[in-house]
Structure formats: structure tokens, C-alpha cells
């Protein structure tokens, strides 16, 4: 018996497609998050807040505490 397949299927392309696709899109993503990073105003006024606290979006901020044993490490 033989398993050979008589009318074989060509390999699809779909594979190479999506990734193409994928990172068409990852592409753009980045771009648009490298745009909006160099949007930032750093002499804001509310520039100087975000070092300690994070906005909530409800109107308050959410206090960030330094761990003093470790100051890379911030705890909320």
C-alpha cells in the first residue's frame, strides 16, 4: 500500500502572509506608541506628579511609595 498522496497539495502561503501581515501591523504599533512617547511634555505641570503617583482617571492619583531598602523598586 502506498502512502504517497496522488494529487499532493502545494504548500500554502497563507503562513508567510499573516506574518507578513503580523508584522506590518507590529510595525505600525510601534511606530504609533514612538509618536505618542515623543508627544509627552515633560515640563507639564503635571509632569512633576507622575514621578510619585499615577493619574486614576477619575480625577484623584494613586500614591507610588519608594521601598527604601530598594529604591529601584516602587510599590503602590
Sequence with gaps: MSTDDPNPTPPSDNNQQQTTE????????????VD???????EAPEAGLNATSIDDNNGDRIELNEDPS?????KK
Excluded at 36 to 41: E, H, I, N, T
Design 22 to 33: 503580523s508584522n506590518s501591523d507590529s510595525s505600525q504599533s510601534l511606530a504609533d506608541l
Design 36 to 42: 505618542a512617547l515623543q508627544s509627552v511634555d515633560t
Design 70 to 74: 530598594n529604591p529601584n523598586v516602587i
